[in-house]
């Protein structure tokens, strides 16, 4: 795994992305760190929720999600903006899989029990840059919600 990871790192560095799998975790990964970290606020559900959603949407094990988070803070802390990720993200998933993506970063953002308004930036300039429409953004942002009022 750890192999891997330094594969994915050297290719984007080059901006020349071979491994599609490995890449698409870490994509979404930085995409997740984002949101958790867009408060400035590190707290501990969300980390937890982060690990959670990655573990599910990609079948990891504890180990393997560590190794990517790991890449992701480093990306994260890195990267200028999104779309080397983004533009990753919709060469390889269809519309309702980069749907899916975004109700996973507002999960993030709920995690906490609070919205803070830079989260909600953050997700609006990703599901942007994921072509989603304004209405499928809305309708991420409340079945998130609904979920959360359910809890």
């Known amino acids: 795994m750890l192999t891997k990871i330094r594969i994915f790192i050297k290719n984007l560095q080059q901006d020349n992305v071979v491994n599609n799998t490995l890449s698409l975790e870490i994509a ?34 504890k180990h393997e999600v560590q190794d990517v ?45 609070h919205l803070d308004i830079i989260e909600e930036h953050i997700i609006r300039r990703i599901a942007d840059l994921l072509h989603l ?5 809305i309708q991420c942002k409340l079945k998130v919600q609904n979920q959360q009022a359910e809890l």
Do not use: C
């Open 133 to 137: 429409r304004h209405g499928e953004f």
């Open 69 to 113: 988070l790991a890449v992701a803070e480093d990306e994260s802390h890195h990267a200028n903006d999104f779309f080397r990720y983004t533009t990753l993200i919709n060469e390889h998933y269809e519309l309702s899989d980069r749907i899916k993506i975004v109700e996973l970063l507002w999960q993030v953002a709920y995690a906490d029990g």
């Open 28 to 61: 979404t990964a930085v995409l997740l760190f984002e949101v958790m970290r867009a408060d400035h606020k590190f707290e501990d559900n969300e980390k937890h929720k982060v690990i959670e959603l990655l573990q599910s949407q990609f079948q990891l094990d």
